[in-house]
Nanobody, 123 residues
Framework: VQLQAYGGGLAQTGGSLRLSCAAS????????MGWYRQAPGKEREFLAS???????YYRDSVKGRFTISRDNTKNRVYLQMNSLKSEDTAVYYC??????????????????WGQGTEVTVSS
């Protein structure tokens, strides 16, 4: 599976961005999908995931602001980000996994990663 994340850019505090992750090489239908981010000098962190049955999980700091969704017909996953804060500035990555579920993915074991898309939130 090749994953390509896009949609990042510059946003103002309180603004919104929608990230997309397009997959090729395999249907995403039966995979769990996730979004992660990595800020400068920090470790990569879990943000949200969605299982094949559309169960969703979120990091506490983004609950109510970020929404993960999937469109299996388009082989895409999305992350709608609202009420952006300066601390949301990071490189965002999409990920896919065959076996892992929920919010406790082992980052080192994730099957597929997309390249990052940079999000900068400024006032």
């Amino acid at each position: 599976v090749q994953l390509q994340a896009y949609g990042g850019g510059l946003a103002q505090t309180g603004g919104s961005l929608r990230l997309s992750c397009a997959a090729s090489g395999r249907t995403l239908r039966w995979l769990a999908m996730g979004w992660y981010r990595q800020a400068p000098g920090k470790e990569r962190e879990f943000l949200a995931s969605i299982n094949w049955n559309n169960s969703t999980y979120y990091r506490d700091s983004v609950k109510g602001r970020f929404t993960i969704s999937r469109d299996n017909t388009k082989n895409r996953v999305y992350l709608q980000m609202n009420s952006l804060k300066s601390e949301d500035t990071a490189v965002y990555y999409c990920a896919a996994d065959v076996n892992q579920r929920g919010s406790t993915w082992r980052i080192s074991a994730i099957n597929y990663w997309g390249q990052g898309t940079e999000v900068t939130v400024s006032s």
